[in-house]
């Protein structure tokens, strides 16, 4: 089972832009199902963005706002998240599975997870 790491949080005012960038290592197989989850403190954890076989899926309160992406070279996928609001505040994990069981917003589909990154936005 491979690892994955997200780098790129940070604090931005609102409407700014940040990418998260999810760095894939140790697979032996291709990557299948990548997924972005975010979670605040005493709520479940979001799924935010899909990306599978190259077509992405958007949680309704990003779409047209976030944008998934694959570097398949690079082994890495991303997150360029623009016009952030303060309600975009969380912890970002990246996760990736081989099939999604229970479906591709569902968290325990995923059995592959990076640590997390903090993003805050401020108004």
């Known amino acids: 089972q491979g690892q994955l790491a997200e780098s790129g949080g940070g604090s931005v005012q609102a409407g700014g832009s940040l990418r998260l960038s999810c760095a894939v290592t140790g697979y032996t197989r291709r990557v299948g199902w990548m997924a972005w989850f975010r979670q605040v403190p005493g709520k479940e954890r979001e799924g935010v963005a899909v990306l599978y076989d190259g077509t992405p899926y958007y949680t309704d309160s990003v779409k047209g706002r976030f944008t998934i992406s694959q570097d398949s070279d690079k082994n890495t996928f991303y997150l360029q998240m623009n016009s952030l609001e303060p309600e975009d505040t969380a912890v970002y994990y990246c996760?990736?599975?081989?099939?999604?069981?229970?479906?591709?917003?569902?968290?325990?589909?995923?059995?592959?997870w990076g640590q997390g990154t903090q993003v805050t936005v401020s108004s």
């Open positions: 996760a990736e599975a081989m099939a999604v069981f229970w479906g591709r917003w569902v968290p325990k589909s995923y059995n592959s």
